[in-house]
């Protein structure tokens, strides 16, 4: 056992010593972000009927996380919060959500991923769903803020009409209502619209080949690369192509999860092919907790409490894996990280300088690779739609969380827990809902400050730790208040008339 360490220690070294020495190749970056998927919903996770043979091998090889958090319940501000290192509320990404004539985005000015890792000489591609604005002119697309390359959909697959989206079983419509009166939802290639509507049953192998083709090409021009994968699939309306429709034993959400995890397997492969496995750090992780509103369809929390839209565990923690084989030793890790924390610890890993802004990640390199503690110390909580007048919604410091605001929320409706429903309202918690998400994570059984006087210090300095935070915190122009005009909605037939149908090419 003892000479099984060493010699990995010894490889560990190895590689560093590889990657210190040999400037001309830092490592590869491949971020892969699920939608609405729960701390529940992977094999490696404890799902019983999930196939996610790829995800589980990584969690196996690979560090995985018991204690991850998003920084949002809700798509936009949690993807602004990856790709930034800041809280929603810094860049403006809030309240909710941006729709397809949204006229924000996440400000050009704010420093992304793609932009710490640009002048290293990294290749930059995204592919999936961006939902960080579109704007006038593409103004807020991804080939603006730092990707050389895009595939995806825009925004969420749900916001056009549902009867043009086939699902599960191929050929017939979807369950249940998207947004009708929008434009078909379009399938954008840099800033031209390449489908409308997208052909959802072939989407998963559209999205595989062009990210295979990124990184085989990256390797030929002997270029470092960033891959940026939010994968739509597992938000509602769940879809899957031919290859996985019915295949798992869970209905649409299985089928579209194994797909998923079809793709990252072709991801891994040519990796290995192409001989840069050893030289690349892959991070999955997912946006927000599960969509409970679609029962059985949607994800599934496991063991923690109500899901999206919600502060409970259930919507901000999720799955978070890191794989990096031979650096990287295999393991499970309790310790405190966040999305907020991805950007500090590319751009460590990378040597590339990180942007002169109020960052709120840190860097998880020494976690990732020593196994030492994490940087982090809490994690702020803020809900759907923040506002300085009420400030954060929860704070957890160590193994406490307290919340100081709890509200259900419609897309966590239809469990029996009575606290997840939207008829769950606007509560202040004063003293605040104490809970030690070690032993009830949970969060069943609140703890008495009364009963346990030596709690009193702990929430002393949750406060005071939330009032600091506050103080710092200067909010970002609301971008999603800018609201939405249906004319700035994608269209591939931009001239006709009699929107939104005809935009249909
Ligand atoms: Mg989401």
């Known amino acids: 056992m003892r000479k099984d360490r060493m010699d990995y220690s010894r490889l560990v070294l190895f590689n560093l010593f590889l990657f210190c020495s040999c400037a001309a190749s830092p490592p590869n970056f491949v971020l892969l972000f699920a939608d609405d998927l729960g701390f529940g919903d992977l094999g490696s996770y ?42 929603q509320t810094r860049s403006g990404v809030y309240p909710g959500v941006f729709y397809p004539g949204s006229r924000g985005g996440l400000p050009l000015n704010e420093t992304t991923i793609a932009e710490v890792l640009k002048p290293l000489g990294y290749a930059t591609a995204v592919v999936g769903k961006w939902h960080l604005g579109v704007g006038a002119n593409g103004t807020y697309l991804p080939t603006k803020q730092g990707f050389d390359q895009y595939l995806g959909i825009p925004y969420s697959h749900d916001m056009g009409p549902c009867r043009n989206l086939t699902c599960f079983p191929p050929n017939i419509k979807c369950f249940g ?36 083709d990124f990184i085989t090409t990256s390797v030929k021009k002997n270029q470092p690369f960033f891959l940026y994968y939010p994968a739509d699939h597992t938000h509602y309306p769940q879809y899957a192509g031919v290859g996985a429709a019915g295949r798992s034993l869970r209905g649409p959400f299985g089928d579209a999860l194994l797909e998923l995890d079809t793709t990252i397997g072709n991801l891994l492969a040519t990796l290995e092919k192409t001989g840069v496995i050893n030289n690349t750090l892959i991070f999955f992780t997912a946006d927000n907790g599960p969509e409970l509103m679609r029962m059985s369809r949607g994800g599934n929390a496991g063991p923690l409490k109500c899901g999206k839209g919600t502060t409970y565990e259930g919507g ?34 990378a040597g590339a300088k990180l942007p002169q802004v109020m960052l709120d990640g840190v860097d998880m390199t020494e976690l990732l690779i020593h196994q030492e503690k994490s940087k982090r110390e809490t994690m702020m909580f803020y809900p759907v739609s923040p506002s300085e007048q009420y400030g954060l919604f929860a704070v957890r410091m160590g193994k406490y969380k307290a919340h100081f605001y709890t509200h259900g929320a419609t897309h966590s409706a239809t469990t029996p827990d009575k606290d997840c429903p939207a008829s769950a309202v606007l509560t202040a918690h004063d003293p605040p809902l104490l809970f030690d998400l070690e032993v009830d994570p949970s969060e069943n059984y609140p703890l008495s400050s009364k009963e346990r006087p030596d709690l009193q210090a702990v929430l002393e300095q949750i406060k005071k ?3 600091d935070f506050e103080a710092s915190m200067v909010f970002g122009r609301s971008e999603i208040s800018k609201g939405a005009d249906p004319n700035l909605a994608p269209c591939c037939n931009p001239q006709c008339s009699l929107r939104p149908s005809c935009c249909h090419c």
């Open 316 to 349: 901000m923690r999720e799955p978070a894996i890191a794989y990096w084989p031979g650096t990287i030793k295999p393991g499970v890790t309790h310790e405190l990280a966040s999305t907020l924390d991805v950007l500090p610890t590319f751009a460590s890993l």
């Open 177 to 212: 209502v998207c947004d009708m009166g929008t434009v078909f939802v379009p399938l954008i290639h840099n800033e031209d619209i390449k489908q409308q509507p997208a052909n959802f049953l072939d989407l998963e192998r559209a999205y595989s080949d062009f990210a295979v």
């Open 46 to 87: 404890g799902h019983p009927t999930s196939i996610t043979p790829n995800l589980d091998r990584m969690a196996a090889e690979g560090l995985r996380f018991t204690d991850f958090y998003c920084t949002s319940p809700v798509c936009s501000p949690s993807r602004a919060s990856l790709l930034t290192g800041r809280y």
């Open 465 to 467: 730790s939330k009032l």
